[in-house]
């Protein structure tokens, strides 16, 4: 079965300084990577994706992550981090085990930033 | 955009109530599932649905029982609440493939049992 790691739990970070969220999946088969973001007292929102095509895929606010299949790996980078990045953020996996589109999630990242 | 709506932000039951939340989407989506968050642990599926009246078990599905009526509803029944059941609920509504894999995420029920 699919496994997704996310390697810390809070990550601090001041203002306008770069920040990367870590994310490694089990499975070295054909799989689909998602980062969703979640603020304070609201659902997940889809931040990013990928799905195929360019290893390196970026979201409408600065994000990027790339893909790397021979590490399994999907981290979340952003160059200068504001105040209202603040949030959690969960990594997922596709899982097509039995036909189904299910998603693996990751425990999540709660990133702060610092004025 | 897919709209997903629970019908409570917040719910305190008693042990041993019986519970119902309601999750509605708005753009005809085939697949709908229910989760529970809880810190430190992510999102773990307790049931999904793949079509009206159809439903699978997923990671977590003791003490829940699902209900898919309608295409666009999907209820997460709680048969007699317990204090482990405390937790946040999201629904999410998706396609299947070849569709997009993401889902769709409501803003959440907060539920405790005192």
């Known amino acids: 079965a699919q496994s997704v790691t996310q390697l810390d739990s809070q990550v601090p970070v001041f203002e306008e300084a770069p920040v990367e969220l870590r994310c490694n999946y089990s499975?070295?088969?054909?799989?689909?990577l998602f980062w969703y973001v979640q603020y304070p007292n609201q659902g997940l929102q889809l931040l990013l994706k990928y799905l195929s095509g360019s290893t390196l895929v970026e979201s409408i606010n600065g994000f990027e992550a790339e893909f790397n299949k021979s590490q399994t790996s999907f981290h979340l980078r952003k160059p200068s981090v504001h105040i209202s990045d603040t949030a959690e953020y969960f990594c997922a996996v596709s899982d097509r085990a039995g036909g189904y589109n299910k998603l693996i999630f990751g425990a999540g990242t709660r990133l702060a930033v610092h004025p | 955009d897919v709209k997903v709506t629970q019908s409570s932000r917040y719910l305190v039951k008693r042990t041993g109530e019986k519970v119902f939340l309601e999750c509605v989407q708005d753009m005809d989506h085939e697949n709908m599932f229910w989760y529970r968050q809880d810190p430190g642990l992510g999102l773990r599926l307790i049931y999904f649905s793949y079509d009206v009246k159809m439903k699978e078990k997923g990671d977590i599905p003791e003490g829940y029982s699902v209900s898919r009526e309608k295409k666009e509803r999907f209820s997460l029944i709680l048969e007699s609440a317990s204090t482990n059941q405390t937790s946040m609920y999201l629904c999410a509504a998706g396609q299947p493939p070849p569709g997009g894999y993401e889902q769709y995420f409501g803003p959440g029920t907060r539920l405790t049992v005192t």
């Open positions: 499975s070295s088969v054909s799989v689909y």
